[in-house]
DNA sequence: CTGATATAGTTCAATATTGAACTACATAGA
DNA sequence: TCTATGTAGTTCAATATTGAACTATATCAG
């Protein structure tokens, strides 16, 4: 790796943040393009498709997405009427409520995925370097558990 | 920079998505927390004060700040209420319109940013080995000007 | 100069997102 | 058991954000 003269972790927190929105606004825009729903509706059905027996709790997915709880409530409910997703009761807890992806739901994932796959590559894998990819990735991980209190 | 098994740009993505959502989520609750606006606002003030003569056109600022042009004449609209911030007309095109920071703006920027501050050192700068944050930056740059084409 | 096209910014209506109640159920301690 | 407190999820109202018109000015080709 090499060094850039008097780059620092200071000077790495704007980058992080111009870097993510533009990165985040040209995804989005592939997406749209190709009639395909937003990357918030592919983070979700991915991590349910992921998730034990592909469900999750509503408060769980909150959680994994960084999610305020009514924004999740609005998120599944479009999720739902769009059939991707059906809401079934907790037997264990009756308070609680399992968000489970339905097998529409995991074929729109599997449609969206070539796209924004490709746009992951073209956008973000392609242009950093091996060891970048992995220096970011370790410091995320850190970032993330130091967060975690 | 050590290696970690298996560790890619793949991989690398989902955590920058993750560590964005959860960095930027706890540094808007540290500014709320004391009476602050947003990092948003903090981002349109800082833009200002760096530029020359501490403002810039409104689409120059739009596009340093990656939002769209509607977002950014409501989000003048709100700094120029606060006093933060004034629109004069362009002397070269009356088209154009300059965002200027006042010195009402400048004080808040500066009352902002011991507390910004001190969340990006302790959540972000610290969290991260010097080469961590190197790698990053020099990657942020480089996907950056990747997408300015 | 004139008409055609492009650009800067705003407005407006639709949609997304948030936080503060609120409802229902669960758990712990007397 | 009974009360108190905590947790899961939703609802609702307020605010933020977006994209598609729209207005005004600029630029360019003839």
Redesign the interface.
């Known amino acids: 790796?090499?060094?850039?003269a008097g780059?620092?972790?200071?000077?790495?927190?704007p980058?992080?943040?111009?870097?993510?929105?533009?990165?985040?606004?040209?995804i989005e825009s592939r997406l749209s393009a190709a009639e395909l729903p937003s990357l918030l509706w592919y983070?979700a059905l991915w991590a349910l498709e992921r998730a034990p027996d592909r469900r999750l709790r509503m408060s769980g997915l909150a959680q994994a997405?960084?999610l305020s709880r009514s924004h999740l409530t609005h998120l599944i409910g479009q999720l739902e009427k769009a059939g991707l997703v059906r809401r079934t009761q907790s037997p264990e807890d009756r308070r609680g409520t399992y968000a489970a992806l339905t097998e529409k739901g995991a074929t729109m994932r599997a449609r969206m995925w070539p796209v924004y796959r490709k746009a992951?590559d073209e956008?973000?894998?392609?242009?950093?370097?091996?060891?970048?990819?992995?220096?970011?990735?370790?410091?995320?991980?850190?970032?993330?558990a130091?967060?975690r209190d």
Chains 1, 2 share one sequence.
Not at 123 to 144: H, I, V, W, Y
């Open positions: 790796m090499d060094m850039i780059m620092t972790a200071k000077d790495a927190w980058l992080f943040l111009r870097a993510h929105a533009a990165l985040t606004d040209a983070d997405m960084v992951i956008l973000f894998a392609r242009r950093l370097t091996p060891a970048q990819a992995m220096a970011m990735a370790a410091g995320f991980k850190r970032l993330l130091g967060l």
